[in-house]
């Protein structure tokens, strides 16, 4: 027994509060069956073995505890009373006596040695765990490492031969010390600030957000509160901001990431939502500066919830300022003309904060510590014996010397900084109103990661390129160029602005769009090491990475993408055409790109008036019957060699009879080429007729184009918008519903679209070119939104120097814009688009355009712009904004400058797509 109790008290330890205490794994091991029973030998034989038995399994902290008070033979009294169980250790002094039976000296020499051995073992989440005022824990070092709002911060080592840590618990943590001095009149204070950061954190420890730092529990001890927190590896941004850059913030891609993980801290605090305990709640920090921003690996972690605020929804955010000195506070925290008094702040001041510590990021990642240094010499501003650093010089007044700054920073820094820096004007705006909420900083500052990290990709696709000129990895490029395209970071300055709600939606799976982003990147660095002709092989992975990414886009920017997508593969043309028909093409190359590439091939021979065989697209003008009438189109009934049908003939005039022959050859030349560019198969976002061969008909002196209509199983009816609007514009009662009007309205945008993405124009597009094919019985739901383009008869393609004749018509000049109708001048995109404008002008009002300007006079300009001044405006409240600003857009023909070559086409169209399509798509979703 002696020798078991030496060696147990050759293993007391002092913690850092110079108390003795027992490690228990060490305790433990040596308290083996054998021991114990040693230790007993002077009890009982039969009685022994069951004795042994239970200190083993229940109680040994408590044999122990008899051992080094010499009183073994006691454990019997334990187990009589039933209270052999270290799970109830501590034991009051009186229990002992009463319960146990101990004599009092025993009782007391039991008490204060059950101390040593009680030394509490740590659980995440274990609160206030209270041991009296003899409380022994087994810290082994305590350093300290920074002050808080109202307590001393230390790094501290925990003996891992008494607590088991593994992945529950680290070695080494930070413990947070508010001292409870027994004559310092400000003890009480430290008591309420440490129970309310205590209460804060217990709440913010619902959330288990990586980016706010976790309580991992609490206690009282030796006349002080004490906080326990996860070990930060690299202390706080403060330090990082004073010292030479970390090797992991070497890039400035991990400084934005970071960011904005620390902005989605905030917007949790200043919008608490946890459904587990079905709470929200307004929060705010007040005490927002690079010190209470720890830094742990690559993380930035919000910390120092001391000053900390949260309310219920229906109060105000509106807290009277806690008065702490910082350069980072907002403007309206202290008057500094009435002797600092001060101010109410809200959640717009921990912007302002927030902005003032991005300002510093972005000058640390542009100049250095040095220049964060200099940067906040620059901002010294005395008012009477104060010497301040603010970013603001008073209440009302901004900070000249901040907006120099901001100003030099843009211009010398990345363009990945110089949009953080727009970020930072947005914070520190003087009126609090005015400055953006938490949630849109996050999405901003997640908006530019994204854009640093693409561009990286983006530079690795161009250097593949540059030695592989394979169309598989050109597809793939363009499919990322889309997907950026489609989240706006493929030009960040324009989409860098106040985000719409449904932008949230690819902005909230941040950390896992960034690890596809990632393992792009590492794919196609692993595709540069290989030797030049097996760069491209297998490209199965970067097809899956590309998918991913488009997974996560909305709807809405799936179809954005798609636009952009086919848009932008159409300006590689013929060589397209080239590549496909040598099979060389895999991977991404949908049917629907190939049936693209098709069409504008035939658009480029029609460009070029290359021979076309004629006799393979003409049919016999008797074959073809023709019935009601369409304006300068019919509807006729086809007995050729095809099944018999009905058909839709659209018509080419050629003038007078006794065309020569020279030229009545080149008019069957370019009709045929013509026809064979309708007869390509197309998508079905296209909206036009399959073309199905033409014929001439010299009565007419005209070419008839026949196209092939939708079958329906019963007779057919042929509608056109023109004709639709008129029997219902005084009937509401026959009016689609708003949603199909919208629907209608975005398929002839979308169509257009289409159209012009292959280099072709319509030229003619009014509502007698918009047609419906149905059931006899009338227009229903099913075919009003699935309208069909017709009257391509007059289209040419994309030839800026092409001339076309006026209309016929002068009812329709009211589609044409009045710059076209003048003499001479050439046809443009913008042209279409104006035509497109009217047309939807007169859904929104579910009225021809001849009874809108019904009475009206002047010239055709001037009818433009009293449809700007007085019609448009009136779709804000008949169709809703978005509505509104399509079709002025299209109306203003509000496109940029309107250039040509492919890319300032392709810009123009995209634009279209952007401000017409896009919006039109968003109102029928």
């Given at each position: 027994?002696?020798?078991?109790?030496?060696?147990?008290?050759?293993?007391?330890?002092?913690?850092?509060?110079?108390?003795?205490?027992?490690?228990?794994?060490?305790?433990?091991?040596?308290?083996?069956?054998?021991?114990?029973?040693?230790?007993?030998?002077?009890?009982?034989?039969?009685?022994?073995?069951?004795?042994?038995?239970?200190?083993?399994?229940?109680?040994?902290?408590?044999?122990?505890?008899?051992?080094?008070?010499?009183?073994?033979?006691?454990?019997?009294?334990?187990?009589?009373?039933?209270?052999?169980?270290?799970?109830?250790?501590?034991?009051?002094?009186?229990?002992?006596?009463?319960?146990?039976?101990?004599?009092?000296?025993?009782?007391?020499?039991?008490?204060?040695?059950?101390?040593?051995?009680?030394?509490?073992?740590?659980?995440?989440?274990?609160?206030?765990?209270?041991?009296?005022?003899?409380?022994?824990?087994?810290?082994?070092?305590?350093?300290?490492?920074?002050?808080?709002?109202?307590?001393?911060?230390?790094?501290?080592?925990?003996?891992?031969?008494?607590?088991?840590?593994?992945?529950?618990?680290?070695?080494?943590?930070?413990?947070?010390?508010?001292?409870?001095?027994?004559?310092?009149?400000?003890?009480?204070?430290?008591?309420?600030?440490?129970?309310?950061?205590?209460?804060?954190?217990?709440?913010?420890?619902?959330?288990?957000?990586?980016?706010?730092?976790?309580?991992?529990?609490?206690?009282?001890?030796?006349?002080?509160?004490?906080?326990?927190?996860?070990?930060?590896?690299?202390?706080?941004?403060?330090?990082?901001?004073?010292?030479?850059?970390?090797?992991?913030?070497?890039?400035?891609?991990?400084?934005?990431?970071?960011?904005?993980?620390?902005?989605?801290?905030?917007?949790?605090?200043?919008?608490?939502?946890?459904?587990?305990?079905?709470?929200?709640?307004?929060?705010?920090?007040?005490?927002?500066?690079?010190?209470?921003?720890?830094?742990?690996?690559?993380?930035?972690?919000?910390?120092?919830?001391?000053?900390?605020?949260?309310?219920?929804?229906?109060?105000?955010?509106?807290?009277?300022?806690?008065?702490?000195?910082?350069?980072?506070?907002?403007?309206?925290?202290?008057?500094?003309?009435?002797?600092?008094?001060?101010?109410?702040?809200?959640?717009?001041?921990?912007?302002?904060?927030?902005?003032?510590?991005?300002?510093?990021?972005?000058?640390?990642?542009?100049?250095?510590?040095?220049?964060?240094?200099?940067?906040?010499?620059?901002?010294?501003?005395?008012?009477?014996?104060?010497?301040?650093?603010?970013?603001?010089?008073?209440?009302?007044?901004?900070?000249?010397?901040?907006?120099?700054?901001?100003?030099?920073?843009?211009?010398?820094?990345?363009?990945?900084c110089a949009l953080l820096v727009r970020i930072v004007r947005q914070t520190l705006l003087m009126n609090q109103a005015e400055r953006p909420k938490a949630k849109e900083v996050t999405w901003w500052l997640r908006f530019v990661s994204f854009y640093e990290i693409a561009a990286t990709v983006n530079h690795l696709f161009c250097q593949i390129q540059d030695d592989d000129d394979s169309l598989d990895i050109f597809l793939e490029r363009i499919r990322f160029d889309s997907w950026r395209y489609a989240l706006g970071i493929l030009k960040p300055e324009d989409n860098l602005s106040r985000p719409h709600i449904s932008s949230y939606d690819e902005m909230s799976q941040f950390d896992t769009i960034l690890g596809s982003l990632t393992r792009l990147r590492a794919d196609l660095k692993t595709r540069l090491s290989r030797e030049k002709p097996t760069q491209r092989l297998d490209i199965s992975q970067l097809l899956k990475l590309n998918d991913e990414l488009h997974c996560f886009l909305s709807q809405e920017k799936k179809e954005l993408s798609r636009e952009y997508f086919n848009i932008t593969v159409m300006e590689k043309e013929g060589e397209l055409f080239e590549q496909i028909e040598n099979r060389t093409a895999s991977g991404s190359l949908s049917h629907e790109i190939r049936m693209r590439a098709n069409v504008q091939h035939m658009n480029n021979l029609l460009v070029r008036d290359s021979s076309a065989d004629i006799r393979a697209m003409q049919i016999d003008h008797k074959s073809i019957e023709l019935r009601n009438r369409f304006g300068d189109h019919h509807l006729g009934f086809s007995n050729d060699s095809k099944a018999p049908r009905l058909v839709w003939v659209e018509w080419r005039k050629y003038g007078q009879h006794g065309v020569d022959e020279h030229v009545m050859e080149r008019l069957y030349e370019r009709t045929a080429r013509i026809t064979s560019l309708l007869s390509e198969e197309k998508p079905a976002t296209f909206r036009t007729l399959e073309c199905s061969g033409f014929f001439n008909d010299p009565s007419r002196t005209a070419f008839g184009l026949v196209f092939d209509i939708p079958w329906f199983p019963g007779s057919l009816e042929a509608t056109s918008l023109d004709q639709v609007l008129e029997v219902s514009t005084d009937r509401s009662s026959l009016w689609p519903d708003l949603d199909d009007r919208f629907a209608l309205a975005s398929s002839i945008a979308a169509s257009l679209l289409e159209v012009h993405s292959v280099g072709w124009f319509h030229k003619g597009l009014n509502t007698s070119n918009v047609m419906f094919f149905s059931e006899a019985g009338g227009v229903d739901h099913r075919s009003i939104v699935s309208p069909f383009l017709v009257g391509f008869n007059h289209s040419r393609p994309d030839e800026p120097l092409g001339l076309t004749s006026g209309l016929s018509v002068s009812a329709l000049r009211h589609y044409q814009h009045p710059v076209y109708l003048k003499d001479g001048f050439g046809f443009q995109p913008e042209f279409d688009y104006y035509s497109l404008g009217i047309i939807l002008l007169e859904i929104g009002f579910w009225s021809p355009i001849r009874n809108l300007t019904k009475g009206w006079t002047g010239s055709y300009e001037e009818k433009r712009q009293r449809l700007l001044n007085d019609r448009v405006p009136q779709l804000r409240q008949r169709m809703g904004k978005e509505y509104f600003e399509a079709v002025n857009c299209c109306i203003r023909c509000e496109f940029g400058e309107s250039e040509s070559g492919s890319t300032k086409r392709k810009d123009l169209i995209l634009t279209f797509g952007e401000r017409v399509v896009a919006r039109l798509r968003g109102c029928s979703i």
């Open positions: 027994m002696n020798q078991l109790k030496s060696e147990i008290k050759s293993l007391r330890r002092r913690n850092t509060s110079r108390h003795w205490y027992f490690p228990e794994s060490l305790v433990l091991k040596l308290l083996t069956e054998e021991s114990i029973g040693h230790a007993l030998i002077e009890s009982p034989s039969f009685q022994r073995e069951e004795i042994v038995r239970n200190v083993f399994q229940r109680g040994r902290k408590i044999f122990c505890i008899l051992l080094l008070v010499d009183q073994v033979a006691q454990v019997t009294k334990f187990i009589e009373g039933d209270h052999l169980e270290d799970e109830r250790l501590p034991f009051h002094e009186q229990v002992l006596v009463q319960d146990m039976r101990l004599e009092k000296d025993t009782a007391q020499d039991f008490y204060e040695k059950q101390w040593e051995l009680i030394a509490p073992t740590f659980r995440r989440g274990t609160l206030n765990r209270r041991f009296g005022e003899s409380i022994i824990l087994a810290f082994r070092e305590d350093r300290n490492i920074g002050q808080g709002s109202f307590g001393k911060v230390y790094e501290t080592a925990i003996d891992s031969d008494h607590q088991e840590l593994g992945q529950l618990f680290p070695e080494k943590f930070a413990r947070k010390e508010f001292s409870i001095g027994r004559f310092d009149p400000r003890d009480n204070r430290s008591t309420l600030n440490h129970k309310k950061e205590l209460a804060n954190l217990a709440l913010l420890n619902h959330l288990k957000h990586p980016h706010i730092v976790e309580l991992l529990c609490s206690y009282t001890y030796d006349d002080s509160h004490n906080l326990l927190f996860e070990l930060a590896d690299s202390g706080n941004l403060a330090g990082v901001l004073g010292t030479e850059r970390l090797a992991r913030f070497a890039s400035d891609e991990t400084l934005f990431i970071a960011l904005a993980g620390l902005s989605s801290a905030v917007e949790h605090v200043h919008d608490f939502s946890e459904r587990k305990i079905d709470l929200d709640l307004i929060g705010c920090h007040h005490d927002l500066r690079p010190r209470n921003i720890l830094v742990s690996g690559s993380k930035f972690i919000l910390a120092d919830f001391g000053l900390s605020t949260f309310k219920d929804l229906s109060q105000n955010s509106g807290t009277p300022f806690k008065v702490v000195s910082d350069d980072y506070l907002a403007p309206e925290c202290e008057d500094w003309g009435n002797k600092f008094q001060a101010g109410t702040v809200h959640r717009s001041s921990d912007i302002w904060s927030f902005g003032c510590i991005l300002a510093e990021v972005a000058t640390y990642m542009t100049y250095g510590h040095e220049g964060v240094d200099r940067f906040r010499q620059a901002r010294e501003y005395r008012i009477r014996s104060f010497l301040l650093y603010h970013f603001h010089e008073g209440p009302e007044r901004e900070s000249s010397a901040v907006n120099d700054w901001l100003a030099k920073l843009e211009i010398s820094s990345t363009r990945t």
